[in-house]
């Protein structure tokens, strides 16, 4: 008994930090770990189940309690999985603890939730713990190293891409070369990643982590974009940090995460920054989009209680053709976190910039670009709780260092329910989005500048056929979404959308001029299925048609174009 309450004061005397430091570190606005479809995810919900618990009451909530403590993970946080990994070897040396595992499945808003299962040792004599298994090199109560290993593969088909007249889309394409068009093209897919990650103490309250990792990526058939194989290796992540913090008695908490490195990053969902890295093309991968670590990210953070701010400066990592040498500064506040009504505000400056705007008589590039962005979410939902939820953001874009002045304007409302009772526990949605286009007969730009904004369909890719042709820039979407659960480990995930223009001149899109404001429409579903925490098996098929502003500007007939995918991730 001596030993193991020992054991228990010096975890304990680091819980409450650990909790603290977690909060931050596994918040949106945090560098992620590679494609992986649970990683930044918002936590909806988490589960302690006990095994072997004891009868009274009492003792039973005490464990559970530990448990919960020692995780650290709690909802409304952004989920790692290296943090989740850490949090296990936390609860397992407890004293009573003989083992924790968990899994995860999709949630109803979109999130993750976690179930922990705890198995309580029969005797209450701590023994020694196991030797740490695959993929393990050590894992302690306060510590743990293991091997990343990534292993993904993808099978894509299309018929009729680029509305089966690619010439008209790509012809001033400096990147294609050979493109899929009229009739069925099919290709496949590969990435591998092997490193490894970390986190463990300096001090009782000062953390390290970090992640370094290799990655190799294949394409071979008919691409989009080129029918050539292609395959490249380069080093992915790369990156390091140091968490520290303090709680007071009342309960007020700071903590304090700073980081450099290759590390992936974003921006709450996306709409500004989503993806810092460049995928396809010579470094194949186009469709998998396994590559996410910018070239260099500086990250700041500080959270004080549900505040947090982050100051960050990154350098993305563009594919060499067409590297603009863009940098970014920024800073993003958000207030709220953990609760129902969440406030962020960002601003960004890009110093440096050699991507193009373009008017009809003159052009000028990113640099010198402000940007100011305004957003609030009021979702009660997030606990798995039935009912409705409201999201909306709004940002302007201003430029005054080229010959013309630039004012642009994007953002989003975004209203819904979620059903819990219901079958497949659905959560329904209308997102109405909007970045403008530029009117050529003012004296001022006002172009939607996208930035680095993407991820999935439900984030900001806006069509999964139709986000190709016209990207986050002088259009107008309208998406009505259902998100479903056919079972715990499974999700379904219908979308129909409409696109408009803002302006007939397109100038920097796919096509220069449109010849009215309808551009078309699409149908999709995406089904993922979640055997284990370590395998993700994702379909998904998209059909999108033409409207008359696209099909009345290009000569040549134009033929609804459909595609349908399949891949499998395996990762530890």
């Known amino acids: 008994m001596t030993a193991s309450f020992g054991m228990w004061r010096r975890l304990s005397h680091g819980v409450r930090f650990i909790a603290l430091l977690l909060s931050i570190v596994a918040t949106p606005v945090v560098a992620q770990v590679g494609p992986d479809p649970w990683e930044d995810l918002r ?10 618990a004891p009868e009274d009451p009492g003792e039973r909530s005490a464990l559970e309690d530990s448990a919960r403590k020692a995780l650290g993970l709690f909802p409304g946080s952004g989920f790692r999985n290296l943090l989740l ?20 499945e999709p949630g109803t808003m979109g999130g993750v939730i976690i179930n922990v299962t705890v198995t309580v040792r029969e005797g209450k004599v701590a023994t020694a713990p196991p030797a740490p298994g695959f993929p393990y090199f050590r894992r302690t109560a306060d510590s743990v190293l293991k091997l990343k290993a990534v292993a993904a593969t993808l099978a894509y088909a299309n018929h009729n891409a680029w509305y089966a007249q690619p010439d008209a889309f790509l012809g001033a394409n400096p990147l294609a070369d050979g493109p899929s068009g009229a009739g069925w093209s099919a290709w496949g897919e590969g990435a591998y990643e092997m490193g490894v990650q970390g986190i463990g103490p300096l001090t009782p309250s000062i953390y390290v982590y970090g992640s370094l990792s290799y990655m190799f990526t294949e394409s071979g058939g008919a691409e989009l974009f080129t029918s050539q194989t292609r395959s490249y290796g380069a080093v992915e992540d790369a990156y390091g940090g140091v968490v520290f913090g303090k709680t007071w008695d009342d309960g007020r908490r700071l903590v304090v995460n700073l980081s450099a490195g290759r590390q992936p990053f974003k921006i709450a969902d996306g709409m500004l920054i989503r ?17 996410w670590a910018a070239d260099m990210l500086y990250l700041a953070e500080a959270r004080y209680n ?10 993305p990592d563009e594919l060499p053709p067409i590297d603009s040498q863009t940098l970014v500064n920024g800073i993003n506040v958000e207030t709220g976190l953990g609760t129902d009504k969440q406030f962020g505000l960002t601003y960004l400056h890009v ?10 008589t003159s052009s000028g590039t990113r640099a010198g670009l402000n940007v100011f962005d305004l957003r609030f979410y009021w979702q009660p939902t997030l606990t798995s709780q039935s009912g409705p939820y409201f999201r909306t953001e709004v940002a302007h874009q201003r430029n005054n260092d080229n010959v013309f002045e630039m004012r642009a304007w994007g953002g989003y409302v975004e209203a819904g329910c979620t059903a819990t009772r219901w079958a497949w526990s659905p959560t329904l949605s209308y997102r109405l989005s909007y970045f403008s286009g530029d009117d050529p007969t003012t004296p001022t730009y006002e172009r939607w500048d996208p ?11 806006q069509g999964i056929n139709h986000y190709k042709m016209f990207q986050d820039s002088n259009v107008i979407a309208q998406r009505l979404q259902a998100r479903m659960r056919p079972g715990p480990r499974a999700e379904f995930v219908p979308q129909l959308w409409l696109f408009t223009a803002d302006q007939t001149n397109n100038i920097g899109g796919t096509l220069s001029t449109l010849a009215g404001k309808p551009l078309g429409w699409e149908i999709n579903g995406t089904f993922k299925y979640f055997p284990t925490r370590n395998i993700y098996i994702q379909s998904g098929v998209a059909a999108t048609f033409p409207l008359s502003g696209v099909s009345d500007a290009i000569a040549a007939p134009l033929s609804p174009w459909f595609s349908a995918m399949a891949m499998a991730r395996f990762s530890f």
């Open 85 to 104: 990994d850490w949090g296990l070897g936390r609860v397992s040396g407890l004293a009573r603890i003989a083992d924790a595992k968990a899994t995860l």
């Open 43 to 52: 936590i909806e919900t988490v589960r302690i189940a006990l095994v072997n």
């Open 306 to 315: 549900n505040i947090k701010v982050a100051v960050f400066h990154f350098n």
């Open 451 to 461: 930035l680095f904004s993407g991820g999935t369909p439900e984030e900001w890719v």
């Open 275 to 291: 993806i810092t890295a460049g995928n396809g093309f010579d470094r194949a991968g186009l469709q998998l989009n396994p590559r």
């Open 351 to 360: 110093p440096q910039s050699g991507y193009g705007y373009y008017t009809p």
